[in-house]
């Protein structure tokens, strides 16, 4: 079995803990102990707390660009609408079930009253990122033919925002997962048949 770094087991320890506690909520000797190392020992892989913060958004947003996408690197642009429905939700599924990516969402949203800084990177993951990536892949849509052309931006606002609810809800009520995945197919069907260029000819 491979040895995870220390580094990485801090830096997995803090985000367990601020999940579960908030940021505030946790001191760097309790994140070392979680790490099962020595209090004084952190501090050769980190300056404090505000350090550890930082470089574990670094690793959050690297490794959410590489399952999800970006504002720089959007992901394959779908030949159709059909791809665009299987590619978003696939999206959804691993925003919901990620284990990173659901400590984060948890800790995003304990946290975003408290603290100013997570509350822009609330902003920015949950709203603002996600929308500027769909702007991309529907102007490369529209661009490709794919896509009635309308105001990029504009619909990726409305495509984004209701699957949020939908996350939303299911992280306040898990249970009502399938109900909610089911909801977001009926969605995209209907966005996938109102714009696409081949049923508005």
């Known amino acids: 079995m491979e040895k995870i770094p220390t580094k990485d087991r801090i830096l997995d320890s803090a985000l367990t803990l601020f999940s ?13 102990e979680n790490a099962g190392i020595k209090g004084p ?7 404090g707390k505000e350090d550890i913060l930082d470089s574990l958004i670094e690793k959050v947003e690297s ?5 999800f996408g970006s504002v720089l690197s959007p992901g394959k642009i779908p030949g159709s609408m059909d791809e665009l429905i299987t590619l978003s939700l696939k999206r959804i599924e691993f ?21 100013h800084r997570i509350a822009l990177l609330t902003t920015k993951y949950n709203i603002d990122s996600v929308q500027e990536i769909y702007h991309k892949l529907f102007q490369a849509m529209m ?21 949020s609810l939908l996350i939303q809800m299911c992280d306040r009520e898990p249970e009502r997962e399938q109900e909610a ?14 714009y696409d260029v081949k049923t508005k000819q």
């Open 20 to 32: 579960e506690r908030g940021y505030d909520g946790v001191g760097v000797d309790l994140i070392a």
């Open 41 to 47: 020992s952190l501090y050769k892989h980190f300056k």
């Open 63 to 67: 490794y959410y660009q590489d399952n």
């Open 95 to 115: 925003t919901l079930h990620d284990p990173m990516i659901k400590k984060v969402r948890r800790m995003l949203t304990m946290e975003q009253f408290r603290n």
């Open 143 to 163: 661009d490709n033919g794919i896509m009635r052309k309308t105001d990029p931006a504009l619909l990726a606002m409305s495509f984004a925002a209701p699957v």
């Open 181 to 194: 995945m089911e909801r977001a197919k009926e969605y995209f069907r209907y966005f996938a048949d109102e």
